[in-house]
């Protein structure tokens, strides 16, 4: 599958954006889906994921709250509406596709567990 993210930009603290993933080339229905995000110097994180069906989410603790991830199966795309964005949220934001193989679980926070990478979209957050 093909993964492209966009969306990505500069915002003041305290603002929002909306990152956007579009799937190409298999059934996207069949995967679950997640955001993760690498600032300067740092390993990629997980940020958010969701299901194949959109009926399971997960969230890491730091965005808890101020993220939401969703996705339309009709569009072949996933979203992360980032809400009271915060500086340290500055990053490089990747979306990921993990093949849905019957488990909907923990596993979905696992960045090694993700087969599929989309090229990533620079979020800069300023104070």
């Known amino acids: 599958v093909q993964l492209q993210a966009f969306g990505g930009g500069l915002v003041q603290a305290g603002g929002s954006l909306r990152l956007s993933c579009a799937a190409s080339g298999r059934t996207f229905s069949n995967y679950h889906m997640g955001w993760f995000r690498q600032a300067p110097g740092k390993e990629r994180e997980f940020v958010a994921a969701?299901?194949?069906?959109?009926?399971?989410?997960y969230y890491s603790d730091s965005v808890k709250g101020r993220f939401t991830i969703s996705r339309d199966n009709a569009k072949n795309t996933v979203y992360l509406q980032m809400n009271s964005l915060k500086p340290e949220d500055t990053a490089v934001y990747y979306c990921?596709?993990?093949?849905?193989?019957?488990?909907?679980?923990?596993?979905?926070?696992?960045?090694?567990?993700?087969?599929?990478w989309g090229q990533g979209t620079q979020v800069t957050v300023s104070s």
């Open positions: 969701i299901s194949s069906g959109g009926g399971t989410r």
């Open positions: 990921a596709a993990q093949y849905y193989n019957g488990r909907i679980d923990y596993t979905m926070r696992a960045l090694q567990e993700y087969g599929y």
